[in-house]
């Protein structure tokens, strides 16, 4: 069964600081994609990023980087030089490819407080 | 591209009554999602069609609830007989039918059962 853990529940940094959230995934399936999603106060989920599990060369795109390893079926996204704006709850989810992606997984999500 | 819409933003209700709510998707998706979020949590999955075949339903999803999407277009959720465990974040997002397809979402519809 697909399962999305995200341990950090809160994060709070100082506005410039970088920050990496933890997400940590479970599923049967050979190929699947894994997606970050963001959620400002006014409550609209954002997409942000994929990686889909058959490539595993991390990426940089802007401030955002993301670092998937299946060998810990972990895939970590890291918000450089944090800005008051990026506080936002952040979701981490899963989608299988043998599953048609019937169904999204998400994670609890991790609350990021940016401090001025 | 317009994005996904949901109406209403709010709805109040009294337990025991029925509400309605509208999903409005991006024109050429073919996949529409209902999500339910409570505070704190990430979002749980109820329903989703592709076209206007709805395809798998949750186990969470009690036989109050009731979802269509009947020319394959805008969908309804329904629930019957609402009760105080319904108040929630209800959400819809929209994507274009592969795995790979990122959802997008609505703006959702927050209900609050007195």
């Known amino acids: 069964a697909q399962k999305v853990t995200q341990a950090q529940t809160e994060i709070s940094v100082v506005e410039k600081e970088d920050v990496t959230l933890d997400c940590v995934y479970e599923?049967?399936?050979?190929?699947?994609?894994l997606f970050w999603y963001k959620q400002p106060p006014s409550g609209e989920l954002v997409f942000l990023i994929r990686?889909?599990?058959?490539?595993?060369q991390n990426e940089i795109s802007g401030r955002y980087s993301w670092n998937f390893q299946k060998s810990t079926s972990s895939f970590n996204f890291t918000i450089t030089a944090s800005q008051v704006v990026d506080s936002a709850v952040y979701f981490c989810?899963?989608?299988?490819?043998?599953?048609?992606?019937?169904?999204?997984?998400f994670g609890p999500g991790t609350r990021l407080s940016v401090l001025p | 591209d317009t994005g996904v819409s949901q109406d209403p933003r709010h709805k109040i209700t009294k337990r025991g009554q029925n509400v309605t709510f509208r999903c409005d998707p991006i024109?050429?998706?073919?996949?529409l999602y209902w999500y339910r979020q409570t505070l704190g949590q990430g979002p749980e999955f109820l329903t989703y069609?592709?076209?206007?075949?709805?395809?798998?339903k949750s186990r969470l999803l009690s036989d109050r609830f009731s979802a269509e999407r009947p020319k394959g277009s805008f969908s309804t959720l329904e629930i019957q007989r609402t009760e105080q465990g319904d108040s929630a974040m209800y959400l819809c997002?929209?994507?274009?039918?592969?795995?790979?397809?990122?959802?997008?979402f609505g703006n959702g519809t927050r209900l609050t059962v007195t």
């Open positions: 997002a929209s994507s274009s039918g592969t795995a790979r397809s990122p959802l997008h």
């Open positions: 989810a899963l989608s299988e490819a043998g599953n048609y992606g019937q169904n999204f997984v």
């Open positions: 069609f592709q076209n206007e075949a709805q395809l798998e």
């Open positions: 599923t049967r399936d050979t190929t699947y994609y």
């Open positions: 024109s050429e998706h073919n996949r």
């Open positions: 990686r889909n599990s058959f490539d595993e």
